[in-house]
């Protein structure tokens, strides 16, 4: 259940009539429910009830928007952040520096020196050759840098190829029978004070096997570090939990996912840390379009072309994702088409014969579970502006993203004066 309903005939976003939006902001824009946001964030905490203090840290590259961080940071929620900007974003937020976690293969040394400066959390390094350049780093700005060593715990994930993490080909984290070496060598540097293991096999994860898999090895790494002599007192389980885009998906509870936790990890005796995107952001934000024309197309089935393409909604050209796609205002009958965005593209596609309302120019629709990975990874190709971002609460709403128009980017652009 989200907040987003039909009421009297008419989608809203909680208590707010889409169509008013629509009219104030134009379309595209994505719609956010600060209520659907509240729960996820509650119902994900409560599943983790059964253990001792448990750290989460919203993975932002899902959702950053600063209001979105906002209602999360007063959830308590830290974050996972994967480069400088989106850890400025956390403190902007009202994020705690101690509660960020860093991630990411590539971390600049400029970006180290700069969360060191902030007082950041954890750095999850991951690999060897990033561990002895933070060690520089720390030494060189006179801090300690708190870290877990990423392992790749060579586990498929059982997700689209292009966003799974955790086998052994993938470039996140140091290969799993690499780990205690590195550990091990890692924590007799200076600057460095090496605490624990991260991972994160993959996201849009359906079934709890392949991490239940994942968790199992890691727990005998726990004890072969530890046979070493080394301490280790925290592990971050990563996110990956998959949410419902269609009716035929059947992605496990957070409550399950808690519970498999709670027990693959019972003797660990480490504090526990976790970077849930997806399943905060997902079902918590819609986009909404304008359908520009009705045209025919091949075999009887027309193509229903709206306003949003693939540069504001990424997902099904990069990872053929399905996304539910409804009228704001259903008359009542059905078709089959084609949806589809201007960008002159064949991959700018959202769905191919799918059954669903019927439209005719200038209706309003909505793509649904548009709140993780959305705005966050539009792009202004084809000189299209970037898409507005408005947060409902109840019967009001805020615009919380402006639109970027084209002239605005445009306007960012020069051109020499020798090419004059
Ligand atoms: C390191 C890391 N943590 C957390 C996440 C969040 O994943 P999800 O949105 O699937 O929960 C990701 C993205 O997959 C990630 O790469
Ligand atoms: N962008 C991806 C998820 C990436 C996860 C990052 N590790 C998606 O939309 O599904």
Request: aromatic content about 6%.
């Amino acid at each position: 259940m989200d907040h987003f309903e039909l009421k009297n005939g008419v989608l809203h976003a909680e208590d707010v009539p889409l169509p008013k939006i629509a009219e104030a902001v134009e379309t595209p824009v994505y719609v956010y429910s600060r209520a659907t946001f509240v729960r996820h964030a509650r119902v994900f905490k409560d599943a983790l009830s059964k253990l001792d203090n448990p750290h989460i840290a919203f993975a932002i590259k899902a959702n950053p928007n600063l209001a979105v961080l906002r209602i999360l940071a007063r959830e308590g929620y830290g974050a996972d952040v994967v480069s400088a900007g989106e850890l400025d974003r956390a403190l902007a937020a009202g994020m705690k520096a101690e509660d960020i976690v860093f991630s990411g293969v590539g971390k600049t040394m400029q970006e180290m020196a700069h969360a060191l400066e902030q007082g950041i959390g954890q750095f999850n390094v991951e690999s060897e050759e990033e561990g002895i350049e933070l060690s520089t780093v720390a030494k060189r700005v006179g801090k300690t840098a708190h870290i877990a060593l990423r392992i790749n715990p060579d586990v498929d994930a059982g997700t689209h190829a292009k966003i799974s993490t955790g086998k052994a080909e993938n470039k996140f984290g140091v290969a799993f029978d690499k780990a205690k070496g590195i550990y091990v060598r890692l924590a007799a540097l200076p600057g460095l004070n090496v605490r624990g293991i991260a991972l994160h096999i993959g996201s849009q994860l359906t079934s709890l096997a392949p991490l239940e898999a994942a968790f199992v090895k890691v727990g005998t790494l726990i004890a072969d570090i530890r046979s070493s002599g080394a301490a280790l007192t925290h592990v971050d389980l990563g996110g990956g939990l998959g949410v419902t885009y269609s009716g035929d998906d059947n992605p496990p509870s957070p409550a399950d996912y808690g519970d498999m936790v709670a027990r693959v990890t019972r003797d660990w005796g480490v504090r526990l840390m976790f970077e849930p995107g997806r399943v905060i952001a997902g079902n918590a934000g819609i986009l909404v379009t304008q359908v520009i024309r009705v045209k025919p197309g091949g075999g009887n089935v027309p193509f229903v072309v709206v306003d949003a393409a693939m540069n504001d909604l990424a997902r099904p050209a990069m990872y053929d994702a399905y996304h539910e796609f409804v009228a704001v205002e259903p008359n009542g009958q059905r078709m089959t088409a084609h949806i589809v965005g201007p960008v002159c593209e064949t991959g700018d596609t959202f769905a191919m014969h799918r059954e669903t309302d019927e439209f005719v120019a200038g209706d309003l629709a909505i793509f649904r579970t548009a709140g993780a990975y959305g705005a966050t990874m539009a792009s202004t190709y084809n000189s299209r502006g970037l898409v507005p971002e408005v947060l409902v609460d109840g019967d009001r709403f805020a615009v919380v993203a402006e639109r970027i128009k084209p002239a605005t980017i445009l306007a960012a652009e020069h051109v020499p004066d020798w090419l004059d």
